[in-house]
């Protein structure tokens, strides 16, 4: 090697880095580069692939040369003559044989932005969804888990390995993943030995070349030398019967939990578990074992993760949803704790999940609530009783009734960027004062800052400039009457204060002032929002009294009466 030469310039043209990439063991990386394109004065090329059908890899190590190319693997049509017959034939991927593409690369003719697009059957065989946002690809398991499984960049697609070689497995095909890389050195061939300016790797699952040779025709003659390594290295599905798909993942054991269900006479925790499996029901099976329903109890914080993630999970009155996936059971109305009935956690609860709510798990205390009682065993339909819940029940019932008497909202709906706050809006289950501020913003934007200025504009006289939205609603009420008016005038108030001094701004001393009024220095934060809860909900209350009076076809107070 010459003495101009190290050997960090010699790892360079021969492609050290490229040869480890193609020479990796499979599963040496989660991630495999199914494209890549390298495109800059000292270097081009790149990475493609191609589904191989598990009987043509033969044929396919046979060469080092492409399968498939860039660009390729769209629709299109082919011709043979005989002499006498002109055959047309459509071929779905662009080619007769059974080679197929994994990914697309479009360039529009060069009229539009270039485009990168994952097989659809591949897409859908994961049913992954595109967050358009981060440019990836996310499968959703059973439990509701999110993981990304494709990672889509302007020059590049990595692919989560297993999920694909699942894929292989099922479709009983490889993965070529197919190499072209042209590099340029400033430095001469002879530096580079003999013996390995020209090098054929040829294996069971691999086949590719390097070739070393002069520059002699570069015009600026900045290089003198370049390399190539073409060829291709193949993935192999997985096992099918190891896939972990449908139906080769019957075998696989499910695990479950096992929960505190009772203390015993000496105060010790009993526990068993969820599998539904073993457990009693009211048809004889295991008479000796737990029954399905047996109630198990849980911290209140059990519910935390599920309101702070409200675009994957929903908590109403008496059930926790993930999306379409499972919908848990649950008693939202007990007191002090959330119950969960045994058999419904391993029924509907991946191990995971059951892991989380094992963390929260404690001995039982009492029964149920009064609600979940008459609800799961009289089969009687029962109110809620959790100031949340009723809140949630009442405001709801009262914007459908407006609206149906009025003819337009007195609360504007939020927009699809503020809707977590109605559905995650709970008394705090924590003691964090971050957790009960969140609450107080989310009772301020559905009541105070969602009040239908428009509307209540339009049957007001002109009132002052820049008059304030709780100030308008105030005239609509004296205009119409409302005997409630001062009081529900300073609850919105006084819930407005407490925002804007403790949640948007620093605390201060008008902070306390506000907090004072609310009793906040004296009572734990689910205490103190639990009685703000109840004071909007009588609110509601009087308001519909006044305002949608029941049993009468008379024309509510305000329509139409106030120019």
């Known amino acids: 090697m010459s003495a101009n030469m190290n050997e960090s310039d010699a790892a360079y043209l021969l492609q050290d880095d490229v040869r480890a990439s193609v020479d990796a063991d499979v599963g040496a990386s989660a991630w495999v580069t199914a494209y890549r394109k390298?495109?800059?004065?000292?270097?081009?090329?790149?990475?493609?692939?191609?589904?191989?059908?598990?009987?043509?890899?033969?044929?396919?190590?046979?060469?080092?040369?492409?399968d498939m190319s860039v660009g390729s693997g769209c629709p299109g049509c082919s011709q043979s003559f005989d002499g006498a017959t002109r055959t047309t034939a459509y071929h779905r991927y662009g080619r007769a044989g059974g080679i197929e593409p994994l990914v697309f690369v479009r360039?529009?003719?060069?009229?539009?932005?270039?485009?990168?697009?994952?097989?659809?059957?591949?897409?859908?065989?994961?049913?992954?969804?595109?967050?358009?946002?981060?440019?990836?690809?996310?499968?959703?398991?059973?439990?509701?888990?999110?993981?990304?499984?494709?990672?889509?960049?302007?020059?590049?697609?990595d692919m989560l390995l297993r999920p694909l070689r699942q894929f292989l497995a099922l479709k009983?095909?490889?993965?070529?993943?197919?190499?072209?890389?042209v590099r340029f050195s400033e430095q001469s061939v002879d530096v580079i030995p003999h013996q390995k300016r020209s090098t054929v790797v040829s294996l069971s699952d691999r086949r590719y070349s390097i070739d070393?040779?002069?520059?002699?025709?570069?015009?600026?003659?900045?290089?003198?030398?370049?390399?190539?390594?073409?060829?291709?290295?193949?993935?192999?599905?997985?096992?099918?019967?190891?896939?972990?798909?449908?139906?080769?993942?019957?075998?696989?054991?499910?695990?479950?939990?096992?929960?505190?269900?009772?203390?015993?006479?000496?105060?010790?925790?009993?526990?068993?578990?969820?599998?539904?499996?073993?457990?009693?029901?009211?048809?004889?099976?295991?008479?000796?074992?737990?029954?399905?329903?047996?109630?198990v109890f849980f911290q209140r914080e059990v519910l935390k993760k599920?309101?702070?993630?409200?675009?994957?999970?929903?908590?109403?009155?008496?059930?926790?949803?993930?999306?379409?996936?499972?919908?848990?059971?649950?008693?939202?109305?007990?007191?002090?704790?959330v119950v969960a009935f045994l058999g419904d956690l391993g029924e509907t609860l991946s191990y995971e999940e059951q892991l989380h709510w094992l963390h929260h798990n404690v001995a039982p205390e009492g029964g149920v609530s009064e609600v979940e009682w008459k609800r799961s065993f009289l089969a009687e339909p029962s109110e809620p009783t959790s100031a949340d819940l009723i809140f949630v029940r009442a405001l709801v019932r009262f914007q459908d009734d407006w609206v149906?008497?009025?003819?337009?909202?007195?609360?504007?709906?939020?927009?699809?960027?503020?809707?977590?706050?109605?559905?995650?809006?709970?008394?705090?289950?924590?003691?964090?004062?971050?957790?009960?501020?969140?609450?107080?913003?989310?009772?301020?934007?559905?009541l105070v800052d969602s009040i239908n200025?428009?509307?209540?504009?339009?049957?007001?006289?002109?009132?002052?400039?820049?008059?304030?939205?709780?100030?308008?609603?105030?005239?609509?009420?004296?205009?119409?009457?409302?005997?409630?008016?001062?009081?529900?005038?300073?609850?919105?108030?006084?819930?407005?204060?407490?925002?804007?001094?403790?949640?948007?701004?620093?605390?201060g001393h008008r902070y306390d002032e506000v907090a004072e009024r609310f009793g906040i220095p004296d009572r734990e934060p689910g205490a103190v929002f639990e009685g703000i809860l109840k004071r909007l909900t009588d609110m509601l209350g009087a308001l519909s009294a006044h305002y949608m009076p029941a049993h009468t076809g008379a024309p509510a107070p305000g329509e139409g009466s106030i120019e």
């Not at 049957?459 to 001062?486: C, F, I, T, V, W």
Request: contains cysteine; negative net charge.
């Open 38 to 66: 390298v495109q800059d004065q000292a270097e081009n090329g790149g990475v493609f692939c191609a589904l191989v059908p598990d009987a043509d890899i033969l044929d396919s190590l046979a060469s080092g040369t492409w």
């Open 212 to 295: 070393i040779r002069e520059c002699d025709w570069m015009r600026d003659r900045k290089f003198r030398s370049f390399s190539r390594l073409l060829g291709k290295r193949l993935i192999p599905p997985l096992p099918v019967e190891q896939s972990g798909i449908w139906p080769y993942n019957e075998d696989e054991q499910r695990q479950y939990c096992e929960f505190i269900i009772a203390r015993d006479s000496e105060g010790k925790e009993l526990r068993y578990t969820s599998d539904p499996a073993r457990l009693a029901n009211y048809f004889g099976k295991n008479p000796r074992a737990p029954h399905y329903l047996t109630p």
């Open 306 to 337: 599920y309101y702070d993630q409200t675009a994957k999970y929903r908590v109403v009155d008496g059930a926790l949803f993930c999306g379409d996936l499972w919908m848990l059971r649950i008693d939202n109305n007990h007191e002090t704790h």
């Open 404 to 446: 149906t008497q009025h003819g337009w909202p007195l609360f504007l709906p939020l927009l699809s960027g503020d809707e977590h706050y109605f559905r995650g809006l709970h008394v705090p289950v924590t003691k964090d004062a971050t957790e009960f501020e969140q609450q107080v913003l989310a009772l301020t934007k559905l």
């Open 172 to 181: 009983r095909m490889h993965l070529a993943l197919l190499y072209d890389m």
């Open 453 to 507: 200025v428009a509307e209540i504009s339009r049957l007001l006289p002109a009132g002052p400039k820049d008059e304030k939205s709780l100030a308008k609603l105030d005239r609509y009420h004296e205009a119409n009457q409302y005997p409630a008016r001062a009081a529900d005038l300073k609850l919105l108030r006084d819930l407005q204060d407490l925002r804007s001094s403790g949640v948007a701004h620093r605390k």
């Open 107 to 157: 360039d529009h003719n060069g009229l539009h932005p270039r485009s990168i697009e994952i097989l659809e059957e591949y897409r859908h065989f994961h049913n992954l969804y595109f967050d358009a946002t981060r440019a990836e690809y996310l499968r959703v398991d059973d439990g509701g888990r999110e993981e990304v499984v494709v990672k889509v960049l302007p020059d590049r697609v």
